[in-house]
């Protein structure tokens, strides 16, 4: 068969067995029920402390990139101004009343730079992998910034939630998803490739949310939560029909070129990946590493190895926790992804395999 022709049956057979690959692997709609039992159980409790508190959920469970078995992430709310409650202390209060009243394994940890109350509940046999869960408090910016890539995913969900979910099982099994071991969080891979789609990719595959400016009046581009812009054009029924994308690569196609991109183009020595503002410089966003920081300080070396900006907390690394090492082994993989997906053996899902072992 001629190359170009057995490419073109190579990227089509990729973009079947990618929705193949990534259907079984999402929650079932057990696991979903399971989790808001338990979130509004918890939810019940905080408000014996606190009646004005709400508990959210955000992270995987509602931006719609969840996997199976994934954790949970919650937020404690505090509506009413003149509660005054510190975050360290709440989370200690809220820690002992789930200790006393719960089965789940309590560590409250007041004293983290952000305070925070970790539970884990045991595998038991209507559960085969537990559950953990993070509750942090007053944290709003992380429920917009689940919205922003909720709303990215319902753009485009057949290509989007299939490549950022390919990715997220691809990262894990290879592992590389391990922030506290030097390499980058589910978050900053989602920001990555949501940055490839709206920013690298000609013509793009997603509209700048954060710059969308003609369908609504100026006025409305600045929505102020903690200190932060977090205006993003939400409303995906007008977005549905007044914008849609002239790029029709497939989801196998995208990988791929995901993969060369940031194998060979992407320059991680100088570039910060801006989903609000696209390709920036680390020596504008003040990001430098190497000799700039000179003997200062040897941690601030490795903050930014690897730069994504918050799309919100701008000042803000979402990359920080990748060092030096890490980012090497980053690079690797992205490179091995492109061996494998380039020299294309006679079937994609044998790829998809050798890709994730
Ligand atoms: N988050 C954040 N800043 C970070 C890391 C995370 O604001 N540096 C917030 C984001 O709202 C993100 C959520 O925490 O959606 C959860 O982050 P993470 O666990 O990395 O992503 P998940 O999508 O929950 O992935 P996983 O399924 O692996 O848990
Ligand atoms: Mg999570």
Redesign the pocket.
Known sequence: MHPGLLHRRFVTDLSSSLFSFVLPLLPTQEERAVKEEVRSLIEKLVKTIEPSARLLS????QNSF?LRN????LVVLIDDPSANLEASHLVQMIGDLLQRETNFDVKPLPKARIPILKLTLAPSSALPFGIAC?IGIENRLAIENTRLLLTYATIDPARVRTLVLFLKVWAKRRRINSPYRGTLS??GFTLMVLYYLVHVKQPPVLPNLQRIAPLRPLAEHEVMIQGRNVYFFDDTETLRQEWSSINFETVGELLIDFFRYFSHDFQFNNSVMSLRAGQLTKEIKGWVNDIDVGGLNEMARDRNRLCIEDPFEISYNVARTVTKDGLYTLRGEFMRATRILTQRPDRAVIALAELCR
């Open positions: 955000f992270g995987s469970s969840g994934s954790d949970m992430d993070d589910s978050y």
